[in-house]
């Protein structure tokens, strides 16, 4: 019973309080479609190869955080462009997580994109599907 309770009161736990960046580290969702109608951003999916693999932003990279390896090296040669780092929706971690692991391997141009797929695709905005 107590670990329900538990589980209950930390999933209210709003969006803001519950960030690992700094508030200029994260970027609305109508400033992530703006960056990715104007090609200024690439989009780097956190969540799981089968999510990714379902459906994604067009055009985005999938990285995991603690699954960079060879990814790192082709992130740094886009270095002038803005990544935008997305998970499965609002209170998900996973963008946050790669965000930090990237800026510590020194990509400093990252920005969290909270609202993630959900946001992203009850929005209306264009959709991948399948294997690229």
Request: aromatic share 12%; glycine share 8%.
């Amino acid at each position: 019973m107590v670990l329900i309770l538990l589980l209950f009161m930390a999933s209210n736990v709003s969006a803001a309080e519950k960030e690992l960046l700094p508030k200029k580290d994260y970027i609305p969702l109508q400033d992530a479609y703006k960056m990715f109608y104007e090609k200024k951003a690439v989009f780097l999916d956190a969540r799981s190869e089968f999510a990714y693999l379902k459906e994604r932003v067009p055009g985005s990279i999938q990285i995991q955080a603690g699954k960079t390896d060879g990814k790192i090296e082709q992130l740094k040669k886009m270095r002038s462009k803005t990544f935008i780092a997305y998970c499965y929706g609002p209170g998900c971690p996973l963008a946050e997580h790669l965000a930090i692991e990237l800026k510590s391997y020194g990509i400093v141009n990252v920005k969290v994109f909270a609202d993630g797929w959900a946001g992203w695709s009850r929005a209306g905005y264009p959709v991948e599907k399948g294997i690229k």
